[in-house]
């Protein structure tokens, strides 16, 4: 079966400080991946998706970036982090052409 | 890009009681409607979903109603519990990538 594991769980970081996320999905290839951010008390905005390995594509502009160097991984990073950075982050996953998502556990992010 | 209004923000009913959340969405081209439960810091789990060749779909206690005409599509829970206490979230998607737009999440509070 397939799962999607997502760390660290939390996350206290200073302003300026840099940012690597890491999300993985095991039984599955060629999953389309996302990056959502949940500001408190917010909906989930889709920050990143990736239909395929080097493919990024971004929904808005921000202080962050994403990777996917292997099929089933996904990184979400900053070089600084800022203090409206702080928000519940959730990565994604579907099956190319399907519907419906599967979201890890989420990192809750806290920028001092 | 897709805009996707929900409402209310927060819903408190008695036990046993209906619950109704509505969302609206902006782009005609939007043919997947999925509800996401989010229980507090959880991940969000998807409880039903429905495409645009349907306008109705029913699982045991849960609805979704969907009216493709005037862009708005609802969910219905009957006979409410206290475990279903929650952050509802509805989204829209077109299909292109499986990118998903939630709305900004009802807080659904039953009292028993």
Redesign the interface.
Known sequence: SQTIHQWPATLVQPVGSPLSLECTVEGTSNPNLYWYRQAAGRGLQLLFYSVGIGQISSEVPQNLSASRPQDRQFILSSKKLLLSDSGFYLCAWSVQGGYGYTFGSGTRLTVV | ?ENVE?HPSTLSVQEGDSAVIKCTYSDSASN?F?WYKQEL??????II?I?SNVGEKKDQRIAVTLNKTAKHFSLHITETQPEDSAVY?CAA?R?N?????????TKLNVKP
């Open positions: 890009g929900q997947y999925p810091g959880k991940r969000p789990q998807l979903d495409r979230f998607s299909g990538f499986n990118k998903f737009y939630f709305g900004s999440g």
